[in-house]
């Protein structure tokens, strides 16, 4: 007995298939902004906005930290997070911790999964917080990620 008139198993099969390896390969994830709660200090930390998002680029975000305090941003680069280390950064790592640390933005409430990845993340920037050691220009506290193709993909 046939699923459809006039289709085999065989064929049935093949579309699940397809579609399963499609559904695998969709690469680009939307976090709601539910996944991060800010709590303690991040609360303290990270003003509280309403509208849409500015975006901007992360060299303007960090060379004029004031100029964007307690804004809603949207900006992209690359995230890093391991030992006292959760940053955007402009390019890809060479070696953990390399790169110029007034070129990039400390985050807040991200996870450590989309570590060494290109992203997009939505968030509240404040520059009265400068990250682990204050060696950064400001933090962004996190509020979406979006993870986007890197090179070679």
Request: hydrophobic share 35%; glycine share 8%.
């Amino acid at each position: 007995m046939s699923m459809f008139t006039g289709w085999s198993r065989r064929h049935a099969c093949l579309i699940l298939l397809g579609m399963t390896v499609l559904t695998a390969c969709h690469r680009v994830e939307d976090v709601p902004a539910t996944k991060y709660s800010w709590s303690g200090s991040a609360l303290e930390e990270c003003p509280s906005t309403r509208g849409a998002a500015k975006t901007v680029e992360l060299a303007d975000l960090a060379a004029r930290p004031a100029a964007y305090e307690g804004t809603f941003v949207r900006v992209e680069g690359y995230y890093y997070a391991y030992f006292e280390h959760a940053a955007l950064h402009p390019e890809p790592e060479a070696e953990s911790y390399s790169g110029d640390f007034d070129k990039q933005i400390w985050v807040r409430s991200m996870d450590a999964e989309y570590s060494r990845q290109r992203v997009q993340l939505t968030g509240i920037f404040t520059a009265k917080s400068r990250g682990h050691g204050a060696q950064w220009p400001g933090t962004l506290c996190v509020v979406s990620v979006l993870k986007l193709p890197g090179p070679g993909d």
